[in-house]
């Protein structure tokens, strides 16, 4: 047995360490179409004391650490692009404290978004997270490391915006404390009114340290959900809509999204307006200004209020379990998506972009766009399935989303999620002092440069 | 990619997105894989488990221990196959587990538990190698007769004939049925494994020889209806049996209990106390069998029936599924499904845990006296249950 191995065995105990081939070859790879590579051993701490130890042990021997989720992402994140150790955090699951008065929740650095609904919905049904529509396994410390987005960011920013305290294992072994959890019990602001450490963590794939405690804003969680689905052939209209739609101030959530099958959906583009009440009055009430909002549309007969009867559920539905179905339409499993964050009004040329890629690349799409903080931006995704067993397939996917990407780049937007290639291509176009403070905070934060490396590694 | 391998539904294992819906409940509450709770690795999840199929069909890893682990890990609950978000796809989850399992059986690589139990099935008729003769012995005074030409069978399994706990639940059974007058007979000596579990693990051709065995005695006996202490049997009875000429009408004792109680067969008393119920996968998940073992247990007077917070299609398993009970790959460490599920269960504050299955009965029996809960948590049978608030 390697020197290796016995010491991780010290630290976490012989079932939480395996370099079993079975255990090397899933953990190399992700459901995207990226390619795989194997770590050399896969670890799963119970505690943040743990997690220190393995980093310390990792900067002795400056073996890569890559932290894990559920691999989810589908841009290869967790692959370990230079071996090393994946360290697989869902086994620090523990909600630890929730505020109700304060509205925020502390959990490990490895609880999943399907245990934080879970248990709010059983211990505090007023209360609520800004839940993705990703599957419920995904973490809450990863989401928040990849800035995702939720059911609350039009309302409430990205679910980074969100975090209200972290605690982290650096990358040379150190455990710190960011935010009011750093000067005393309460773990209400990940930032102000202090200097924002945050940001030395919050979007950077776990390049610069490991999250093992993360707080969160929690929300009122309102008595009635509804949904209005309002549609249009005439994508130019897109932002218009949008912007009269933010202004109202009274939506949950908004999605734009379209896609080729079935066929009743083919040329449209479907507005899903999801809105809040603690009252029937207040729900009529907000339907009506949503309503009204659109009377002009209605009116030149650019679009209309589509029945959503029979597909409300689905609609309503936290995660959206239909989303991930989308993987399975050409019967293959598989899917992935570039999420450029981009602004409103070039909504009609990303959509036109995604449409012309699919005919290229002859792959089938979707795309679902979610606004963010009231219309600053959108995340608009560019959507492909595939195949998992027809290579060529899976290929021409790839580049398709490179070609997205590149795209998106030049009308200004900036990747979500970035894979690593795409992570290069934005780092070349970034402004060069920016791109030096990056590697300023990165060589200065993992000098051995062991955190998730291939990622956000800026070259000098 | 070249297969090297060869299973029924190769064709469709890459469609697993690996998304992970099928570790949970609907509500997310907990995992409900009862392996990937044991072990705490992605690959003892169904999504690994198809995941690492492909690649072993593939050539891409190598059969070894821990893949023989990781498929036979598998207590075959179907919590995934109702979990998976991609419809028709699901249905064929346990079934691409069950064949990977068959397929490792073919190779001779199995862990040694495996081993060892369909050894002692083929050797002894039982798992517990014990002998046939002492088969019917369970049924010592309870008044049931030898199966000559009653309209009802009673069928009590390896785990009822021979397990002290699950002996406790055919007997209770056993008697009420003769009390309530229904005309029922046993095979005794004659009886054998139904093979449910066998066929689970993936030992096909013992299977069919337990089953075309059973099916013989069946009609040679002239058994039209078959009522069973184990909802394993009654799985493989209705799942497997008619495609092997064996078409019987078979029921659980609950439903047959359930009728009873209805046409005031049996006649209950106030017996107040507060009581969960566990629904066995077998019976509820693979048989969709829910409503009959609560109406049992709402009808007592005076008993108050609580829902554990995972319960019905929900319910996390008691971890002696899919041969699991006999071979024990899952362990008993904390995080076992039976410790888990007695934890859930003692948190309702009931002070009794209904079961109707002597496998789940003696797993979380077991769980019990691990847990230290002796003194807040009693394992009963529905039957049993029924004896104390009998008129
Ligand atoms: C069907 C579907 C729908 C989706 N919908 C959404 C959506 O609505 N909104 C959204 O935001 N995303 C969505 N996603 C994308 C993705 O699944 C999510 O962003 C999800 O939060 C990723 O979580 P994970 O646990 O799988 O992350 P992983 O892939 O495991 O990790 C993501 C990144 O976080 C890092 N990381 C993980 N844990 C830690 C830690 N403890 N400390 C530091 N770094 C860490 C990893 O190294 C990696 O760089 C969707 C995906 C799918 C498949
Ligand atoms: S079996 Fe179904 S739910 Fe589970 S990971 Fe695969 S696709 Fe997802
Ligand atoms: S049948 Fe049960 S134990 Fe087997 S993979 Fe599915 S959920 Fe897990």
């Known amino acids: ?460 | 990619m070249t297969t090297i391998r060869h299973i029924e539904h190769e064709q469709i294992v890459h469609r697993c997105f690996r998304c992970g819906y099928c570790k949970y409940p609907s509500d997310y509450s907990d995992f409900n894989c009862p392996s990937y709770k044991a072990f705490g690795w992605d690959t003892f999840a169904p999504g690994g488990r198809m995941w690492l199929t492909r690649a072993w069909l593939h050539g891409e890893i190598e059969t070894s221990a821990r893949f023989a682990e990781i498929m036979f890990s598998c207590v075959a609950c179907d919590n995934c196959k109702d979990q998976c978000v991609f419809p028709k796809f699901k249905d064929f989850l346990p079934d691409i587990f069950q064949e990977t399992r068959a397929e490792l059986v073919g190779e001779g690589r199995i862990p040694p538990g495996v081993r060892d139990y369909f050894k002692a099935v083929a050797v002894s008729g039982n798992p517990y190698k014990l002998p046939q003769s002492e088969r019917g012995d369970w049924a010592k005074g309870t008044g049931l007769k030898p199966y000559t030409n009653q309209k009802y069978l009673f069928y009590a399994g390896s785990v009822g004939s021979y397990d002290e706990v699950g002996k406790r639940m055919a007997q209770s059974v056993g008697k009420m049925l003769v009390d309530a007058g229904l005309s029922v007979g046993i095979l005794g000596a004659e009886e054998g494994c139904d093979g449910n579990d066998v066929r689970a693990l993936g030992e096909m051709g013992l299977f069919a020889q337990l089953a075309q065995a059973n099916i013989d005695t069946f009609k040679a006996k002239g058994v039209k209806e078959i009522i069973t202490l184990d909802p394993h049997a009654l799985n493989t009875f209705k799942k497997d049996y008619p495609a092997l000429g064996g078409k019987f009408k078979v029921q659980h004792y609950s439903e047959v209990l359930a009728e009873l109680i209805k046409k005031k067969k049996i006649k209950l008393k106030a017996y107040p106390v507060k009581i969960t119920y566990h629904d066995p996968c077998y019976l509820g998940r693979h048989q969709q069998i829910y409503s009959a073992p609560r109406e049992i247990l709402k009808a007592i007077p005076k008993a108050e029936f609580v829902e554990m917070h995972r319960h019905g299609a929900n319910a996390f398993c008691c971890g002696g599924g899919g041969g699991n009970f006999f071979t024990d790959i899952l362990g008993t460490a904390e995080d076992s499904a039976s410790r888990v599920r007695v934890r859930e269960a003692a948190e309702t504050g009931a002070s009794i845990l209904a079961v109707a299955c002597p496998n789940c009965a003696k797993m979380l029996t077991d769980a019990v006296k691990m847990e230290n809960l002796e003194d807040r948590l009693e394992v009963l049978g529905l039957a049993e249950i029924l004896e104390r608030a009998r008129k």
């Open chain 1, 1 to 460: 047995m390697s020197d290796i191995l016995q010491s991780l065995i010290d630290i976490v105990g012989e079932k939480g360490v395996s370099n079993e081939p079975e255990e090397l070859w899933f953990y190399s790879r992700d459901p995207g179409v990226l390619a795989p590579h194997k770590p050399d051993y896969v670890v799963a701490p119970k505690t943040t004391e743990e997690v220190q130890k393995i980093v310390q042990l990792a900067g002795r021997e400056k073996i890569p650490v890559v932290p894990m989720g559920n691999g989810m992402s589908l841009a290869g994140l967790v692959i370990p692009l230079k071996g090393g150790i994946v360290l697989d955090m869902k086994r620090m699951n523990k909600i630890l404290e929730v505020n109700p008065m304060g509205r925020y929740a502390v959990m490990e650095g490895g609880t999943s978004q399907g245990a934080l609904k879970s248990y709010l919905q059983k211990n505090h049904p007023t209360l609520r997270h800004s839940l993705p529509d990703a599957p419920p396994t995904t973490t809450i410390a990863a989401n928040v490391s990849l800035h995702g987005q939720g059911r609350l960011t039009n309302q409430y920013g990205f679910n980074s915006d969100m975090v209200t305290g972290l605690e982290m294992v650096l990358p040379t072994g150190e455990i710190c404390r960011i935010g009011s959890p750093s000067i005393g019990p309460y773990w209400f602001s990940k930032g102000p009114t202090l200097p924002d450490l945050s940001g030395l963590f919050l979007g950077w794939l776990g390049a610069t340290g490991i999250i093992t405690k993360v707080g969160l804003k929690l929300f009122p969680n309102k008595k009635i959900r509804d949904v209005e689905l309002f549609v249009t052939d005439r994508v130019e209209l897109v932002p218009q809509i949008l912007y009269k739609l933010t202004h109202l101030e009274v939506c949950e959530d908004i999605n734009v999204w379209f896609q080729p099958k079935p066929q009743m959906f083919l040329g449209n583009f479907h507005v899903t307006i999801f809105f809040t009440g603690d009252t029937e009055d207040e729900i009529e009430f907000k339907r009506k200004m949503i309503w009204d909002s659109l009377q002009e549309h209605m009116d030149a007969k650019d679009g209309g209020f589509m029945s959503v009867q029979y597909m409300k559920s689905t609609l309503l539905e936290m995660p959206g379990r239909t989303i991930a179905d989308f993987a399975d339409v050409p019967k293959g499993g598989g899917f992935e998506y570039s999420g450029p964050i981009a602004l409103i009004e070039h909504y009609p040329q990303y959509a036109a972009k995604v449409v012309e890629l699919a005919q290229k690349y002859n792959v089938l799409y979707a795309s679902a766009a979610r606004l963010i903080s009231g219309g600053h931006a959108m995340m608009f995704s560019i959507s492909f399935a595939f195949n998992r067993d027809d290579a060529a397939m899976m290929e021409r996917v790839e580049k398709a989303l490179d070609e997205a990407m590149t795209f998106a780049l030049d009308m200004g937007g900036i990747p979500w999620k970035p894979n690593h290639k795409e992570q290069k291509m934005l780092l070349e176009r970034m402004e060069p002092n920016a791109r030096k403070l990056l590697l300023m905070i990165k060589k200065n934060l993992d000098p051995q440069g062991i955190m998730n490396p291939g990622n956000w590694e800026v070259n000098a």
